[in-house]
Each structure stands twice: as structure tokens, then as C-alpha cells.
């Protein structure tokens, strides 16, 4: 492997190191986001619905947006290392599942929901009674939390499950030279990759059945393949 091809890996690697991180990023803060939303109309009942917005506008503004966004990247760092990944990305969804959980995501967001909450009440955003409403009834917050984080992450094994499936129903008409089942199948792949995590085996598999796809249709759906386009179709 030549210099070129080495940095080339090097950035690849890198590019979807920092794709996995931003999912992670999305994904949790979506969580953090809904759990806020539920666990503050759980612990305060008789708060008006604009006034539920402010606070938790008001929380996220002053800290909880930047505070999990930093204990995403400590829990991911955590996790690799105790999985012993020093470096390059998550090879499945478990492994990224395992590493954020290992990481210690929900103490960390814990300590960044009570800092947040402690910086709103001295600035006078909330008073003092609702914040401390809030620290003691945490747990309510978090428990959805990690339940929301744990789902997302079980949505992504079905929705690689179905690509995996779709991929493989994909290479039968491929091999009985079917282009409209291929057509119908290769949408529904292209549909579910929209939807899930950046994994790379997956986003290989994807794009070898992309370039198969586009390769046959604009030859006028002809199936005689060179044998260089044979070896790739090999990788299905």
C-alpha cells in the first residue's frame, strides 16, 4: 500500500468516525430531548404547556444541549477503549450499543441535567421550587432517556436486519436476471439506508448493489457483465 492509498484509508476512517459520532450526537440528544419533555409534564403536573416549553427551552439553551453532546464524545472514548477499539469506528450497531453504554452515557447526562439545572435557578430563568422538583424527581427523566436510547438502537438492528434482507432478495433476481424484482428491492435499500446508523460493512454491501444496479440499468438492463464487474458482484 502506497502513501496515497494510506492517507486515503486514514480519511475514510476519520470521515466516518466523525458520521458515527454526529448519529450518536442526533440520535441521544433526540432522546435527552423527549425525556425532558415527558419527565417535566410527569413532575409538574400543574405547569401550563407554554410555560413546560420555557423550561425546557430554557435548560437546553444554558447547558444540556452542549453538556451531552460533550458526555456522547467522553462515553463513546470510554466505551472504545474498554472494548479495546483505540481506534478506527464501530464495526455493528451491538459494539456501538455496548461502547455508549459502557461509557457511562446516562451518569454523565445525569451530572450535566443537575449542573443545568443549578446555572437556570441562580440566573433566575426558573424558580428555585421547580428546579428542585426537577433534581429530585431525575430519575423520571433519565429512566426515559435510556429506555428512548435503547430503542433507537434496537430500531437500527431491524432496520439493518431488513437491509441485509433486501440485499439479499436483491442478488436472487440479480441471479435469475430479474431487473424489475431488482428495481423493487434495490428502492426499498435505498429507502432504509436513509434511516440508519453509519455502519461501514453495511454502507459497503449498499453501494456494491448501487453500482451493480446502476451499471445493468444504464447498459439497457443487459446482464452480460465483464469479469471485473462479475468479481463485484461477487461481494454480495
Do not use: C
Not at 415527558?38 to 400543574?46: A, E, H, K, M, S
Not at 433566575?124 to 433534581?135: E, F
Amino acid at each position: 500500500m502506497n502513501n496515497i492509498e494510506l492517507e486515503n484509508n486514514l480519511s475514510n476512517e476519520k470521515s466516518l468516525e466523525k458520521e458515527q459520532i454526529s448519529f450518536l450526537q442526533t440520535s441521544i440528544g433526540k432522546a435527552v430531548n423527549t425525556g425532558l419533555n415527558i419527565g417535566i409534564r410527569y413532575l409538574l403536573p400543574d405547569v401550563i404547556e407554554n410555560e413546560i416549553i420555557e423550561i425546557k427551552d430554557a435548560l437546553i439553551r444554558d447547558g444540556i444541549k452542549e453538556g451531552v453532546q460533550t458526555a456522547i464524545n467522553s462515553a463513546v472514548n470510554l466505551g472504545k477503549s474498554a472494548l479495546g477499539i483505540i481506534t478506527g469506528n464501530f464495526e455493528n450497531i451491538r459494539q456501538m450499543q455496548t461502547a455508549v453504554k459502557s461509557g457511562g452515557i446516562i451518569d454523565s447526562i445525569s451530572d450535566v441535567i443537575n449542573s443545568t439545572i443549578n446555572k437556570v435557578v441562580e440566573k433566575g430563568k426558573i424558580p428555585y421550587s421547580v428546579g428542585n422538583a426537577l433534581k429530585n424527581g431525575k430519575n423520571a427523566i433519565l429512566n426515559n432517556v435510556t429506555k428512548n436510547i435503547e430503542s433507537e438502537f434496537e430500531n437500527q438492528v431491524n432496520h439493518i436486519e431488513k437491509i441485509n434482507k433486501y440485499t439479499e432478495n436483491w442478488k436472487n433476481y440479480f441471479n435469475n436476471k430479474d431487473f424489475t424484482g431488482m428495481e423493487r428491492e434495490y428502492q426499498k435499500i435505498r429507502t432504509k439506508m436513509k434511516e440508519i446508523a453509519p455502519i461501514e460493512n453495511t454502507i459497503k454491501l449498499a453501494k456494491t448493489v448501487e453500482n451493480l444496479h446502476k451499471l445493468i440499468k444504464n447498459n439497457g438492463k443487459d446482464f452480460n457483465l465483464t469479469e471485473e464487474q462479475l468479481e463485484l458482484a461477487k461481494l454480495l
